[in-house]
């Protein structure tokens, strides 16, 4: 049986890079093979589980991705993970 750990996601909001990678109509398969990681890389990075750290050839290849949305590298921001939710007093 395959554990599931719970969602980040519902305690901590969307992670930036996940809302980049459905912008670009692609799973994470596909994002990962077109940058040079695996799935669960990508998996992990969205989850928080990860920092998101890439190779000069990665940053590239996230490039020409993102100028085929007509964004560049400076869009981006600082931090992929998922964003924590303010708490209400």
Avoid: H
């Avoid at 554990?3 to 996940?18: A, F, M, V, W």
């Avoid at 990508?42 to 100028?67: C, H, N, Y």
């Avoid at 085929?68 to 600082?78: A, F, T, V």
């Amino acid at each position: 049986m395959i554990k599931k750990r719970p969602s980040r996601n519902d305690q901590e909001g969307e992670s930036l890079l996940r809302s980049l990678r459905l912008e670009l109509d692609m799973s994470q398969e596909e994002f990962g093979r077109s940058i040079g990681t695996t799935a669960r890389t990508i998996s992990r990075w969205e989850a928080g589980d990860s920092i998101p750290t890439f190779t000069v050839p990665q940053m590239k290849a996230l490039d020409r991705l993102l100028r085929l949305k007509g964004k560049s590298l400076q869009d981006l921001p600082d931090n992929f993970g998922p964003q924590k939710q303010q708490t209400q007093d």
